[in-house]
């Protein structure tokens, strides 16, 4: 038996942003298809926008302006992480302070730099 005992973090300790940075990169289609499976297969919800348009699957965004890919999010829910792939600075970031969304967070990096072909810097 354990005589340690842990009491819940006060209220506002739970929020803390933890961010890396992709660098420049050009990525597919089939990219982010497996992106977008990876955080569906370990969170509730996925989300998916180009620009102001929301789209339903990676399948809708060649129907998108260049203007709208130049910010692609991908925003999921329980636990929240967002992808942001655009042109100034692409990331990928929760504000959850969970071990689960923290290492989603660097899985989804590591995926990501797996991928990319590298661009020069501006």
């Known amino acids: ?34 992106l977008v499976r990876l955080l569906e297969s370990r969170t509730k919800k996925v989300r998916l926008r180009a620009g102001d348009a929301i789209a339903d699957s990676v399948e809708d965004l060649p129907d998108a302006t260049s203007k709208e890919l130049r910010q692609v999010a991908i925003v999921t829910a329980d636990p929240f992480v967002m992808v942001r792939l655009s042109v100034v600075r692409p ?3 929760t504000l959850d302070n969970s071990d689960e969304a923290q290492v989603l967070v660097d899985d989804v990096a590591a995926l990501l730099r797996a991928r990319k072909t590298l661009l020069p810097s501006l």
Do not use: F, H, T
């Open 1 to 34: 038996m354990c005589a340690l005992r842990r009491e819940p973090p006060p209220r506002d300790s739970q929020l803390s942003l933890y961010k890396i940075s992709l660098g420049r990169a050009k990525l597919w289609l089939n990219d982010l298809d497996d």
């Open 91 to 93: 990331e990928v970031l």
